[in-house]
């Protein structure tokens, strides 16, 4: 049950792209669909803003897009504005022999 | 609205007990997972235990495994956590929350509550 591995921190300038990648093993995130992100503000719950690896749910913003390739899962904000500054987690499904869920590290992102 | 209202947090001594609830409203509770996350102070997110809508199936992070347990009450929608044996390293908020899918297994957490502290202390 290990952590999915995030980078600590991305930052960007307004208007900019930023990526942050979500890497797992062939046992959750390469072995199906099921990676979903979360936008988290200090002292607030968790927030849905990818499920399903590409998929947004109704009121997230478009500039929100999620993608992946083999072990790997990517969030991409464009047009950073000073609002995405928050802290971002992946999740993904793990099964095999014991079916659970597993969190990334946790990314900060800074909109200088 | 969907709503989920944790509640019986607070401060408890090491190696003391505490029962977490989790208040859900406006969905058919008995058809979804339903899930405990927490948050240690200034760390990210760790799923704790997950509990399938009839709550036959029950699922445990190896860092609990044999001191929490998970239930639910589908007659007062209500989740459950009842932590024993608690560590200093337990002390976290405490959020619940509801999978998107009613199919009782897992998929993705679409609705967190506010969470619930935990603080474990000698």
């Known amino acids: 049950q290990s952590a999915l591995t995030q980078p600590a921190s991305v930052s960007g300038s307004p208007g900019q792209s930023i990526t942050i990648s979500c890497t797992g093993t062939?046992?959750?995130?390469?072995?199906?669909?099921?990676v979903s992100w979360y936008q988290q503000y200090p002292g607030k719950a968790p927030k849905l803003m990818i499920y399903?690896?590409?998929k947004r749910p109704s009121g997230v913003s478009n500039r929100f897009s999620g993608s992946k390739s083999g072990n790997t899962a990517s969030l991409t904000i464009s047009g950073l504005r000073a609002e995405d500054e928050a802290d971002y987690y992946c999740?993904?499904?793990?099964?095999?022999?014991?079916?659970?869920?597993?969190f990334g590290t946790g990314t900060e992102v800074t909109v200088l | 609205e969907v709503q989920l209202l944790e509640s019986g947090g607070g401060l408890v001594q090491i190696g003391g007990s505490l029962r977490l609830s989790c208040a859900a409203s406006?969905?058919?509770?008995?058809?979804?997972?339903m899930t405990w996350v927490r948050q240690a102070p200034g760390k990210g997110l760790e799923w704790v235990s997950a509990i399938s809508g009839t709550g036959s199936y029950a699922y445990y992070a190896d860092s609990v495994k044999g001191r929490f347990t998970i239930s639910r009450d589908n007659s007062k929608n209500t989740l459950y956590l009842q932590m024993n044996s608690l560590r200093a390293d337990d002390t976290a908020v405490y959020f619940c929350a509801k999978d998107a899918v009613d199919t009782g297994y897992f998929y993705y957490m679409d609705v967190w509550g506010k969470g619930t502290t935990v603080t474990v202390s000698s």
């Open positions: 999740c993904s499904y793990a099964g095999g022999y014991t079916v659970h869920y597993v």
């Open positions: 406006e969905f058919t509770f008995k058809n979804f997972l």
């Open positions: 399903e690896v590409t």
């Open positions: 062939s046992s959750d995130v390469g072995s199906h669909d099921l």
